[in-house]
């Protein structure tokens, strides 16, 4: 029991931090602002009591100048962050200093071949030598007839995973 009472007194002790996007992001001189969508989840320092929603760093230094350009990427990008106090505040200021911050991207989206589509379906036969592309379109009436002159584009239909294997016009 006690054991139980000592590991819930750690979690309950330790910041809990959650992700969330940059709502805003202000430089005046050399000290960045920003907010995020969610409030604080961890402690604020008392020298940033005044201001308990903001974040703040310097861009006296490479490391602060890089966390910048991490910020900056991630509003840009629409991202959700991670950010860690350093459980004071930047020098001159009531903002609680970052310590660190971690993006977190987006899930990607599953790639789908939007660009082509198809629009007739036909059989080949070659006639002397010249291949001839008889389509029909989908109400069955014909589509087109190309006898090679390289204005139209085809490909079987097996390479876009249609059920038959004729000839596909990609449009």
Do not use: H
Request: hydrophobic fraction near 45%; proline fraction near 5%.
């Amino acid at each position: 029991m006690r054991l139980k009472l000592l590991l819930w007194s750690f979690v309950l002790a330790s910041p809990m931090v959650f992700a969330a996007k940059i709502t805003s992001l202000k430089v005046d001189g050399s000290i960045v602002t920003f907010t995020e969508n969610t409030a604080k989840t961890a402690a604020v320092p008392a020298c940033a009591a005044a201001n308990p929603t903001k974040w703040g760093l310097s861009l006296t230094t490479d490391a602060d100048r890089a966390t910048y350009s991490v910020l900056v990427a991630a509003m840009a990008s629409n991202m959700e962050v991670l950010v860690e106090s350093a459980q004071k505040c930047v020098n001159g200021t009531s903002l609680d200093q970052v310590k660190s911050v971690e993006v977190i991207p987006a899930p990607i989206a599953a790639v789908t071949p939007q660009g082509f589509r198809i629009v007739a379906v036909g059989n080949t036969s070659s006639n002397g030598g010249s291949v001839i592309k008889t389509l029909k379109a989908a109400n069955g009436k014909p589509y087109m007839t190309s006898q090679g002159q390289g204005r139209d584009s085809y490909i079987t239909c097996n390479e876009l995973s249609v059920p038959y294997k004729d000839l596909c016009l990609i449009n």
